[in-house]
T-cell receptor, first 113, second 115 residues
Framework: GDSVTQMEGPVTLSEEAFLTINCTYT??????LFWYVQYPGEGLQLLLK?????DKGSNKGFEATYRKETTSFHLEKGSVQVSDSAVYFC????????????FGDGTTLTVKP | DTEVTQTPKHLVMGMTNKKSLKCEQH?????MYWYKQKAKKPPELMFV???????INESVPSRFSPECPNSSLLNLHLHALQPEDSALYLC??????????????FGPGTRLTVL
């Protein structure tokens, strides 16, 4: 079945540091890949997505590239802010399992001033 | 309007109570979802509705009963819950199924406590 593996957290960074959160996946078919962010006390919201190999998703300074050869979708940001403190979930939806999204376990990011 | 709304925001209920959670979206989405999320865990899928018909039930206990009265509304009826059912219940919607490219739009959730 489909699975998503995220780097374990929590991750603590100083403001303006570089962020990488690793995400690798296994899937049948041709999955679409997503990063969702969950701020404290809120639901999840889409951060970015990529629907085919070599696509780059980007939003609010965050980027992730769909790498089929390494089955990865790592999240990066060049300079984090305190307001980026949240839980980040990598997820996939496969064309063979449509209707079900598979989520990683989540990575908690804390950014200190 | 790209918002999914959920009511109530918080709910405390006893094990013998009957209550309902409500979810609404006005984006014209035809797929709607219920998830359960425990603290520090990813969301767990419970139910999926596609075009107002139940398409996925992830072997959820019958004390949870979903209902989709129309394309904009999704309810989750609760009865005889257990303390371990305490969690954040998230509603989500997406454009339609089975296109995997469509992201899900999540509501803020209902924080449920079962005493």
């Amino acid at each position: 079945g489909d699975s998503v593996t995220q780097m374990e957290g929590p991750v603590t960074l100083s403001e303006e540091a570089f962020l990488t959160i690793n995400c690798t996946y296994t899937a049948t078919g041709y999955p679409s890949l997503f990063w969702y962010v969950q701020y404290p006390g809120e639901g999840l919201q889409l951060l970015l997505k990529a629907t085919k190999a070599d696509d780059k998703g980007s939003n609010k300074g965050f980027e992730a590239t769909y790498r089929k050869e390494t089955t990865s979708f790592h999240l990066e940001k060049g300079s984090v802010q305190v307001s980026d403190s949240a839980v980040y979930f990598c997820a996939l939806t496969s064309n063979t399992n449509a209707g079900k999204s598979t989520f990683g376990d989540g990575t908690t990011l804390t950014v200190k001033p | 309007d790209t918002e999914v709304t959920q009511t109530p925001k918080h709910l405390v209920m006893g094990m013998t109570n009957k209550k309902s959670l409500k979810c609404e979206q006005h984006m014209g989405h035809r797929a709607m979802y219920w998830y359960k999320q425990k603290a520090k865990k990813p969301p767990e899928l419970m139910f999926v509705y596609s075009y107002e018909k139940l398409s996925i039930n992830e072997s959820v206990p019958s004390r949870f009963s979903p209902e989709c009265p129309n394309s904009s509304l999704l309810n989750l009826h609760l009865h005889a819950l257990q303390p371990e059912d305490s969690a954040l219940y998230l509603c989500a919607s997406s454009q339609d199924l089975p296109n995997p490219n469509h992201e899900q739009f999540f509501g803020p959730g209902t924080r449920l406590t079962v005493l």
